[in-house]
C-alpha cells in the first residue's frame, strides 16, 4: 500500500511573482515605447511608493485616516526651494530684515496667547483680554509684514520676486521636507487626535488646502503661481554629459546616441537614488512592525479600548505614528520636486496626490509594506500607460471606419477619460475578489 502525504503542497508567496510582473511590464514600456518612458515611470512609480508607505504607515498601522497627502506633499515641494536654491541679494536688502522681524511677532504673539491663558483667572475678563492680546498682536504683525511683502515681491518680479533659498546641497532639501510635514502633521495631530476619526479627516483636509493656498498666493516665499524652476540636482545635466569625453566615449563602445543615452543615464542616477531611499524605509518599517512597537500598534488599531485599559498611551501613539507617517509623504514630495526640477504648486490636486495614493494603499495590501511598493508602482503605471494603451485599442477597433468618422472622433476624444475609469474599475475588483489587498497583511 502506497503512503499519501496529508500535508498539502506550500502555496509559492506571491510577492516576488508580483513584482516580477511588474519588471515585466516596465521593460515592455522600454522595449515597446522607449527606455527614457520606462524610466521615467520606474523612478514616478517609487516616489509614489514611498508616499503609499507613509500613508499605509498612518492607516495600516494605526487606522488613522489622513486625507491631507497633497499638503504634506507640497511641503516636500517647498522645502527644495528654500533649502537648495540660491538667496536673492536684492530682496533680503528690500524687505527681508522686515520680514524676519514680522515673522517673529507672529510667532511671538501666538505663543504668549499660549502661555498666557492658563494663567488668567477663569473670569469673562480671561476672553477679553485674550482677544486684545490677539488683535494687537496681528496689528503689528501686519503693519511689519504688509511693506516687507510688497518690497520683496517688487525686486525682478518676471525672475525673482522672492527671498529665495539657502543655497544648500539639494538632497538636504528631502530630510528638511520630511521636517516640515512632520511639524504641520503634529499641529493637526495635537488638535484632533482624540476626538472621532472624522474630525482628524476634517483637520487634514483643511491644513492641505492651506498648505496650498499660502504656496499659490505668497510669492515672496515660492513665486506663488509663476513657479520656481531651474531647481539644483543631485545628478549631472544631460548637456554636461553630452560634453564629456568619457561619456561620449562610453556611448561610442555601446554604439548609443549621446542624446538618448544622457537622458537615459541620468534617469538611472535618480533611480538608484529612490530605489536606495526606498529601501531603507521599507527595512526600517520592518523592523519596527516585528518589534514589541508595531505589535504594541497593531493592538491599538485593533482594540483601542482594551489597549487604553492596558495602560497603552493611544493618543500619544497615534500622535507618533502620524507623524512620522506624514514625514515620509514629506521626504517624498520632496524628491518629486527634486525629479521634476521646478516648483508649480498648480499642479498639487487632491486627485493625483490624495485619491491616487489611497487607491495604491488599498488594492497594494494596507498593513503591508510590500502591498504598499507594489500598489504604488502598479497604480502609476496603470495610471501613465493606461491612456496610450485606450487610444490604441480604440484605434484598432475603429481601424475599418473613415477617418472623419463621427463615432471614431468621439471615442478618441473620450480616451483620456479612461484612466479615472481604469481605477474605479480597478478598486471596485481589488475590493470585490481581494478585499484585503494583492499583497495582505500577515
Not at 509559492?12 to 524610466?39: C, D, E, H, K, T
Not at 495590501?365 to 494603451?389: D, K, Q, R, T
Amino acid at each position: 500500500m502506497t503512503h499519501t502525504s496529508t500535508h498539502s503542497a506550500k502555496p509559492l508567496p506571491r510577492a516576488p511573482l508580483y513584482f516580477a510582473a511588474m519588471a515585466a511590464l516596465i521593460i515592455a514600456v522600454g522595449v515597446l515605447q522607449s527606455w527614457n518612458s520606462a524610466l521615467a515611470i520606474l523612478n514616478m512609480g517609487l516616489i509614489s511608493a514611498i508616499m503609499a508607505l507613509g500613508v499605509n504607515l498612518q492607516w495600516g498601522y494605526a487606522g488613522l485616516f489622513n486625507v491631507g497627502i497633497m499638503g504634506f506633499t507640497a511641503l516636500g515641494g517647498l522645502a527644495v526651494v528654500l533649502t537648495s536654491m540660491p538667496p536673492v541679494p536684492a530682496a533680503w536688502a528690500a524687505g527681508g530684515g522686515r520680514m524676519i522681524v514680522a515673522l517673529l511677532v507672529g510667532l511671538g504673539t501666538i505663543i504668549g496667547a499660549v502661555l498666557i491663558y492658563p494663567r488668567l483667572p477663569k473670569t469673562r475678563v480671561r476672553g477679553l483680554f485674550l482677544t486684545a492680546f490677539l488683535v494687537v498682536g496681528f496689528f503689528i504683525y501686519r503693519t511689519l509684514f504688509d511693506p516687507a511683502v510688497a518690497a520683496i515681491e517688487a525686486v525682478d518680479a518676471s525672475t525673482a520676486g522672492y527671498l529665495g533659498g539657502l543655497g544648500l546641497p539639494v538632497m538636504l532639501a528631502w530630510p528638511v521636507g520630511a521636517l516640515l510635514a512632520a511639524g504641520a502633521a503634529w499641529i493637526v495631530a495635537k488638535t484632533a487626535l482624540g476626538l472621532r476619526s472624522d474630525y482628524l479627516a476634517i483637520a487634514t483636509l483643511g491644513i492641505a488646502e492651506i498648505i496650498l493656498a499660502v504656496l499659490k498666493n505668497e510669492d515672496w516665499l515660492s513665486r506663488g503661481v509663476k513657479n520656481v524652476n531651474g531647481l539644483p540636482r543631485p545628478v549631472p545635466y544631460e548637456i554636461d554629459l553630452q560634453q564629456s569625453e568619457w561619456f561620449l566615449s562610453l556611448m561610442a563602445k555601446i554604439g548609443a546616441d549621446p542624446v538618448i543615452g544622457s537622458s537615459i543615464f541620468v534617469k538611472l542616477l535618480y533611480a538608484g537614488f529612490f530605489l536606495a531611499v526606498i529601501g531603507i524605509i521599507v527595512l526600517a518599517m520592518e523592523l519596527a512592525l516585528k518589534s514589541p512597537w508595531g505589535r504594541m500598534m497593531r493592538a491599538i488599531r485593533d482594540n483601542e479600548v482594551a489597549s487604553e485599559a492596558m495602560g497603552k498611551d493611544v493618543t500619544g501613539r497615534h500622535l507618533q505614528i502620524f507623524v512620522l507617517g506624514a514625514a515620509i509623504i514629506g521626504f517624498a514630495g520632496a524628491m518629486m520636486t527634486t525629479l521634476d526640477g521646478q516648483l508649480t504648486p498648480t499642479t498639487y490636486q487632491p486627485l493625483r496626490y490624495t485619491f491616487l495614493v489611497w487607491v495604491m494603499v488599498i488594492v497594494g495590501g494596507s498593513g503591508n509594506n510590500w502591498g504598499a511598493v507594489l500598489g504604488g508602482m502598479l497604480i502609476w503605471f496603470l495610471w501613465v500607460e493606461v491612456e496610450p494603451i485606450g487610444a490604441w485599442i480604440v484605434s484598432v477597433l475603429t481601424s475599418g471606419l473613415a477617418d472623419d468618422s463621427a463615432l471614431k472622433a468621439g471615442l478618441m476624444d473620450r480616451v483620456a477619460y479612461m484612466r479615472y475609469l481604469t481605477m474605479g474599475v480597478i478598486l471596485l475588483v481589488v475590493l470585490r475578489f481581494s478585499p484585503r489587498g494583492l499583497l495582505p497583511e500577515k
